[in-house]
């Protein structure tokens, strides 16, 4: 079965500081999908990136970085000199193929960035 | 714009009312999808649809059912809403082409 695990449930960090959010995922199929997702103060939820599992190349936005690991299961996101705006919740989350498409997320990471 | 928009953003009710909650897409994506957020557990799915017609049920289906009779709409009802119900609800579109679910902007619900 898929599962997602987001082992911190909250960071603070203070502004320019650079931020890594850990995501781990449990998957059987050889094909899926990662994602992640921001939720800001005011509720919405943001898509970010999405990656599939034959590209392993990091990608990089900005400030925004992303590491893809598959011998880890790991899916991990970076925040480079962080910025007060950066304070969310942030949810990584796996779809496989195979007909379901659904997403599983895991429990997001509550970033807190402090001036 | 195409976008995906969800209502009504707020809503109290009673236990045992039935409840409807709107999600309205301009994407003509087929496929759309329930979720609901709680705290200490993230976003779990409750029905998907992946066209007209098409229901599923999902990890938290108990007590709620949906219904898909155009492209555009998927409609969650609370049959006998319950207090275990209070949550915020977000609908969500999938873009095929991309792959990726794009969110409405979420209803929140207390049921008293």
Same mark, same amino acid.
């Given at each position: 079965?898929?599962?997602?695990?987001?082992?911190?449930?909250?960071?603070?960090?203070?502004?320019?500081?650079?931020?890594?959010?850990?995501?781990?995922?449990?998957?059987?199929?050889?094909?899926?999908?990662?994602?992640?997702?921001?939720?800001?103060?005011?509720?919405?939820?943001?898509?970010?990136?999405?990656?599939?599992?034959?590209?392993?190349?990091?990608?990089?936005?900005?400030?925004?970085?992303?590491?893809?690991?598959?011998?880890?299961?790991?899916?991990?996101?970076?925040?480079?000199?962080?910025?007060?705006?950066?304070?969310?919740?942030?949810?990584?989350?796996?779809?496989?193929?195979?007909?379901?498409?659904?997403?599983?997320?895991?429990?997001?990471?509550?970033?807190?960035?402090?001036? | 714009?195409?976008?995906?928009?969800?209502?009504?953003?707020?809503?109290?009710?009673?236990? %045992?009312? #039935?409840? $409807?909650?709107?999600?309205?897409?301009?994407?003509?994506?087929?496929?759309?999808?329930?979720?609901?957020? =709680? /705290?200490?557990?993230?976003?779990?799915?409750?029905?998907?649809?992946? %066209?007209? #017609?098409? $229901?599923?049920?999902?990890?938290?289906?108990?007590?709620?059912?949906?219904?898909?009779?155009?492209?555009? =709409? /998927?409609?969650?009802?609370?049959?006998?809403?319950?207090?275990?119900?209070?949550?915020?609800?977000?609908?969500?579109?999938?873009?095929?082409?991309?792959?990726?679910?794009?969110?409405?902007?979420?209803?929140? /619900?207390?049921?008293?």
């Amino acid at each position: 079965a898929q599962k997602v695990t987001q082992a911190q449930t909250e960071i603070s960090v203070v502004e320019k500081e650079d931020v890594t959010l850990d995501c781990v995922y449990e998957t059987r199929d050889t094909t899926y999908y990662l994602f992640w997702y921001k939720q800001p103060p005011s509720g919405e939820l943001v898509f970010l990136i999405r990656r599939n599992s034959f590209d392993e190349q990091n990608e990089i936005s900005g400030r925004y970085s992303w590491n893809f690991q598959k011998s880890t299961s790991s899916f991990n996101f970076t925040i480079t000199a962080s910025q007060v705006v950066d304070s969310a919740v942030y949810f990584c989350a796996l779809s496989e193929r195979g007909g379901s498409e659904k997403l599983v997320f895991g429990k997001g990471t509550k970033l807190t960035v402090n001036p | 714009d195409a976008e995906i928009t969800q209502s009504p953003r707020h809503k109290i009710t009673e236990t %045992g009312r #039935q409840v $409807t909650l709107a999600c309205h897409q301009t994407w003509n994506h087929n496929n759309m999808f329930w979720y609901r957020q =709680d /705290l200490g557990h993230g976003l779990r799915l409750i029905h998907y649809s992946y %066209g007209v #017609q098409d $229901t599923n049920k999902g990890e938290v289906s108990d007590g709620y059912s949906v219904s898909r009779s155009n492209t555009e =709409d /998927l409609p969650l009802t609370l049959e006998s809403a319950a207090s275990s119900q209070t949550s915020v609800y977000f609908c969500a579109s999938r873009d095929r082409d991309q792959e990726t679910q794009y969110f409405g902007p979420g209803t929140r /619900l207390l049921v008293l």
